[in-house]
C-alpha cells in the first residue's frame, strides 16, 4: 500500500509539472479588462451591439475562447489582434474576472 501511495504521488507531481495549470486571479483580470471594456464593458455588459456580454460566462468557455481567437482557429477582425498577445496568465485572469459577475434578471411587470 505504501509503495501505491508513493508511486500516485510520484505520478501526481510528475502531472503538475509537465502540464502546469496557471492560476487564475479575478483581481488581475479585472485590471487586465480594460482593453476589453470597450466593446464587452467591465461589467460584462456589452457597450458594442455586435459584442457579445461576458458576464457570468463559464471561465472554460471564455478561455477556448480566447484561445481559439490567439491561436487563428476562429477569427473576428477586432477580437484576433486583442487575442493574439494574451499569454495564458492573461486569459485565465480575464476568464476569472468576467466569470466571478454575477448576473441578476428582473422579469418585467
Excluded at 67 to 73: H, K, N, V
Excluded at 81 to 101: F, P, Q, R, V
Amino acid at each position: 500500500m505504501f509503495r501505491y501511495l508513493i508511486g500516485a504521488g510520484f505520478a501526481a507531481s510528475l502531472l503538475a509539472v509537465l502540464n502546469p495549470a496557471v492560476a487564475a486571479d479575478a483581481v488581475a483580470g479585472k485590471t487586465k479588462a480594460a482593453q476589453c471594456a470597450v466593446c464587452h464593458g467591465l461589467d460584462g455588459l456589452a457597450k458594442n451591439p455586435d459584442a457579445p456580454n461576458l458576464a457570468g460566462d463559464s471561465a472554460n468557455y471564455i478561455r477556448k475562447q480566447l484561445d481559439a481567437y490567439r491561436s487563428g482557429a476562429r477569427s473576428d477582425p477586432q477580437m484576433t489582434i486583442m487575442a493574439k498577445n494574451l499569454t495564458d496568465e492573461d486569459i485565465a485572469d480575464l476568464a476569472a474576472w468576467y466569470s466571478s459577475i454575477e448576473v441578476t434578471v428582473e422579469m418585467p411587470k
